[in-house]
C-alpha cells in the first residue's frame, strides 16, 4: 500500500500485530458501559479530539453558546490537503475503472497534464484563491500520482495478468472519506474516515505539528466504525502532510488499545455534561494559537 510501503512502517504494523494486548472496549458494545453514551449528542470525532483547548471550553462555545469558530490558517491548510490527498486517489481509481488496466506511468503521464486544471477545479470548489496555497496543494496532487502510479507498476510486475479489480485493491486505498453512522456511541450520524486500510487501519491526515491527542482522532473513528459495522479496527495511523520545497510525510503507527478508547469515551462523557448542564467550563491558564475559538471566545 502506496502510503505504508516503507519497511519500517511494515514491520511497525507486524509487531502490533502480534504484540498487542487484546482489545475490551469496542464500539459494537455501545448498549453498555463504557460505550454506552448517557446522551446521544452527536458529536464529530475531530471536535472532542482536537484538544487545542484544555477546559473544553470549545464545546460549550460552539454547542451552548451557538458561537461558530473561525476558519484559521491551520484549519484551511488541513482542508485543503485532505481533499488533495482524496481528490487524487478518486482520479486514479476513475482513470483504471474507465481505461481497464493500464501501466502506472503511463497513468501518470496522462494525469499529470490535467493536474493543474484538477487541484483548480479543487481549489473553486473549497473557495479557495491563495496562490501559496495553491502551489502546495499542486505539488501534493503530483507527489502522491507519482507514488499511486509506482504502486501501480509494483503491482502489475509482481501480478503480471490480473484483473482490474483487484489491481485496484492490491494498489490504492480501500476507501477515501469513509461515511460512518456513529449515532450509537454519541456521535454523528455522518462521520467521514480520511482513510481505511485493508486490515483495519484507519489513517487520519494532520498538516500540523504532532499532538499527543492526535492519536484521538483514529481512536473515536475506529469506536465509530466497530458500533457501525461490527468489524474490529486495531491499528491507527496519524499521517502527518508537511509541503515546503516538496510533499514531506511521516507517519505516527500505533495500537489502538483500550486505554485510548476509554480516554476519548471519558472526552465524549465530559462534553457531554458540559452540553447537557450548559455548564461553563471556564477558559484555559493559556489559549493556543491554533484553537478555531480564540478570537471569538468571550
Known amino acids: 500500500m502506496v502510503f505504508l510501503t516503507d519497511p519500517d512502517n511494515e514491520k511497525r504494523i507486524r509487531y502490533l500485530r502480534r504484540n498487542s494486548q487484546p482489545i475490551r472496549v469496542r464500539g459494537w458494545n455501545w448498549e453498555s458501559p463504557p460505550v454506552k453514551p448517557t446522551i446521544k449528542i452527536g ?79 479543487l481549489l473553486g470548489e473549497l473557495n479557495v484563491r491563495d496562490p501559496d496555497l495553491r502551489k502546495d496543494a ?4 503530483k507527489f502522491f500520482l507519482i507514488q499511486l502510479a509506482a504502486e501501480v507498476d509494483r503491482t502489475l ?22 461515511v460512518v453512522d456513529g449515532s450509537l456511541i454519541g ?13 483495519g487501519i484507519v489513517v487520519d491526515i494532520k498538516t500540523g505539528e504532532p499532538r499527543d491527542f492526535h492519536r484521538l482522532g483514529p481512536v473515536g473513528y475506529a469506536l ?41 469515551l471519558s472526552l465524549r462523557d465530559e462534553a457531554t455534561a458540559i452540553v447537557s448542564n450548559s455548564e461553563d467550563p471556564g477558559k484555559p491558564f493559556s489559549c493556543s494559537e491554533n484553537c478555531p475559538f480564540k478570537e471569538v471566545c468571550p
Not at 67 to 84: A, C, D, N, S, Y
Open 138 to 141: 499542486l505539488a501534493l496532487y
Open 187 to 199: 456521535l454523528g450520524k455522518q462521520i467521514r474516515v480520511d482513510l481505511l486500510l485493508e486490515g
Open 157 to 178: 510486475a509482481k501480478h503480471p495478468r490480473i484483473e482490474l479489480d483487484s489491481l485496484v485493491f492490491n494498489s490504492l486505498p480501500s476507501i477515501t472519506e469513509r
Open 224 to 264: 465509530a466504525l466497530e458500533a457501525d459495522s461490527g468489524i474490529p479496527v486495531d491499528i491507527g495511523v496519524i499521517m502527518y502532510v508537511r509541503v515546503d520545497d516538496w510533499p514531506v510525510i511521516s507517519y505516527d503507527i500505533f495500537d489502538l488499545g483500550d486505554e485510548l478508547r476509554i480516554e476519548f
Open 43 to 121: 458529536f464529530g470525532v475531530s471536535e472532542l479530539a482536537s484538544r487545542y483547548c484544555e477546559t473544553m471550553r470549545d464545546i460549550y462555545l460552539r454547542r451552548v453558546l451557538s458561537i461558530k469558530p473561525e476558519m484559521t490558517p491551520l484549519m484551511l491548510r488541513g482542508i485543503v490537503f485532505h481533499e488533495t490527498v482524496s481528490r487524487v486517489i478518486t482520479d486514479v481509481k476513475k482513470f483504471l475503472f474507465s481505461k481497464g488496466v493500464t501501466p502506472g506511468y503511463e497513468m501518470a503521464s496522462e494525469l499529470m497534464q490535467e493536474s493543474e486544471s484538477r487541484v483548480d477545479c
